[in-house]
């Protein structure tokens, strides 16, 4: 299973684009990290991916279903996309039902276990009576992520998915991204945190003022850092640390 982006191009107004001429492809068990300066068009590729926006030029297929054409409850069978805020996702009175409502809403056969081995691989058991309003924000970020697994969706796709988490957070992620690479789930990643996922990465993408300028291996775009210093980033310092004393960053 795969999605395609085949020369995609994305304006919400004419003559101002968002994104120009983008192309790559994603197999299951791939993780494709996405980065870019804020307003380079990071959200809006994944808002792309289940039909909540229409390219307005090019084509994007996720599992052979073309996004121009079906529809975001359609591609929610293949794709589910998290976004940035937690308040624009979550809308259940319990943690417990916020995650049980993807799977029962597909109409998964095993909803039930789906929404189990999800609370339980992002650690929320403890909470799972509470209502998501009453949990702190990272564990809010933490409870959306729980719930696009629980979707059984071949693909994933989180926006900035680490950001605003504490080090207990930060490790239960760490730890659910290890287990969806190993279980072949495919992920899409926005996000600015390299230490976070590189390692786990199979593919970068890098956009640049909406235009993709680079698209290959991490390995690759470490030994061209100016590529990255061109869009406007730098290696965090650790790494950059790590790199000048000559230890493996991956």
Known sequence: ????FQNVHFAYKPRVPVLSDISFDLETGDLLLILGQNGAGKSTLLKLLNGILKPTGGSILVAGCDTATHSTA???RHVCVTFQNPADQLFASMVRREIEFAPRNL???????LAEEALSLCELDPVALRHPYDLPPA???VLTVASAIASGSSFLAFDEPSAGLSQL???ILDKVIGSLRANERGLLVVSHDLELFLPYASKVLLLHQGTLVFLGEPQE???REEILEAA???LPALMRLKKD???ALL
């Open 221 to 223: 775009l470490l030994r």
């Open 74 to 76: 359609a591609l929610a």
């Open 232 to 234: 406007g980033l730098k």
């Open 245 to 247: 004393l000559g230890i």
């Open 1 to 4: 299973m795969r999605i395609e």
């Open 107 to 113: 109409k998964r056969r095993d909803a039930g276990k």
């Open 169 to 171: 957070e930060r490790r």
């Open 139 to 141: 564990q809010r970020k």
